[in-house]
């Protein structure tokens, strides 16, 4: 079992950055792949509704939605049991409640249904 805080979130400026962290407790998380999902405002809340953002195996091997990629940069340091996401060059496109997942298998994956463990979400709201 493996419980996850996101955190980090808050308002900033178009072009501004955030730093998002996820920390993990219950054991194995080094053993775990780790994602990065977001819901934008007044979209359902059903899990297959949030969209990828990022993607980290077991073995620190990422990928990014076409959206983010060259803006935001997946990491984790497993001594920690956090997982981070640095957001540059933000859109207010980007704004939207930001959640970190935690699946039980070393894969990473992009579908949200895959994934065993959720945070409760931190929002990221983006002023233009």
């Known amino acids: 079992q493996v419980q996850l805080v996101e955190s980090g979130g808050g308002l900033v400026q178009a072009g501004g950055s955030l730093r998002l962290s996820c920390a993990a407790s219950?054991?194995?998380?080094?053993?775990?792949?780790l994602g990065w999902f977001r819901q934008a405002p007044g979209r359902d809340r059903e899990l297959k509704d949030r969209?990828?953002?990022?993607?980290?195996?077991?073995?620190?091997?990422?990928a990014y939605a076409r959206s983010v990629k060259g803006r935001f940069t997946i990491s984790r340091d497993n001594a920690k049991n956090t997982m981070y996401l640095q957001m540059n060059s933000l859109k207010p496109e980007d704004a939207a409640l930001y959640f970190c997942?935690?699946?039980?298998?070393?894969?990473?994956?992009?579908?949200?249904?895959?994934?065993?463990?959720w945070g409760q979400g931190t929002q990221v709201t983006v002023s233009s």
């Open positions: 997942a935690a699946k039980s298998w070393y894969s990473a994956s992009s579908i949200p249904n895959d994934y065993d463990y």
């Open positions: 219950g054991r194995g998380f080094s053993m775990y792949a």
């Open positions: 969209e990828f953002v990022a993607t980290i195996s077991r073995y620190s091997d990422t």
